[in-house]
């Protein structure tokens, strides 16, 4: 769970490291692919690309991920898995069509609240860096159905994720192994007696979700 590579993934990358460099100031496409290019930092001719809607920036060397992002309007999917940031700009909620944001295998150790303001975002992978907490804000995220925050210094599931209404595979909140919403305990008004079925043993209680089961290995969609 979060980080791990598909087959596909990996090939991806391969054929993406072997490729000639683009040439970013004149490209007209919409998908514009610079894993592997030991990139130190983004390249200015970048904020140009205003039509850009794929940005795949994985595995390079970035320390900073500078705020004129904003520029990109028209991105829906970013990729910045295996860099070395250690923060988002707050400019990114201004990524009004950003449905995708891959941040895993970085050095994060916040999350700007602003991401909130990311309204369409469907799936957001932050596995494998070094959070200990999400701002509340992001349970304003109403359309955010893939969420993986594997592998990071939580100790127990931010609160926000619990209002993310549309999130796959998150059980509502106070399921704790004692005192179970809608469980009788022996004794209780209405409780069966074990004893009446020869002393039957107690369902187990249900575990509460660790931080690392909120996520997920691969989104459904494609990484670019």
């Given amino acids: 769970m979060g980080g791990v590579m598909c087959h596909q993934e990996v ?7 072997t490729t000639e460099e683009v040439s970013i100031r004149h490209t007209e496409n919409k998908v514009l692919m610079l894993a592997r290019r030991g990139l130190k930092e983004v390249p200015e001719d970048l904020w140009e690309l205003q039509d850009l809607q794929k940005l795949n920036l994985s595995l390079n060397s970035l320390k900073n991920f500078p705020p004129q992002t904003a520029s990109l309007c028209n991105l829906v999917v970013l990729n910045l898995w295996g ?4 923060s988002l700009p707050a400019e990114i909620g ?7 944001l891959f941040a895993y295998r970085n050095k994060l150790t916040e999350v700007p609240e602003e991401l909130s303001l990311c309204s369409q975002l469907e799936v957001l992978s932050l596995a494998n860096n070094q959070l200990v907490s999400l701002p509340s804000s992001l349970s304003n995220l109403s359309r955010l159905k893939k969420l993986n925050l594997s592998h990071n210094l939580l100790v127990h599931v931010p609160t926000c994720v619990y209002s993310m209404k549309a999130l796959v595979g998150v059980p509502p909140p106070g399921r704790e192994p004692s005192g179970e919403p809608g469980r009788e305990h022996p004794g209780s008004a209405g409780a069966e007696d074990p004893h009446r079925r020869g002393k039957q043993s107690p369902r ?11 996520g997920i290995a691969e989104s459904g969609l494609q990484r670019h």
């Fill in 83 to 86: 860099n070395q940031l250690s």
């Fill in 204 to 214: 187990p209680a249900q575990r509460p979700m660790l931080p690392q089961q909120v």
């Fill in 11 to 17: 090939m991806e990358e391969r054929r993406n490291s």
């Fill in 94 to 100: 201004q990524l009004k069509k950003l449905r995708v």
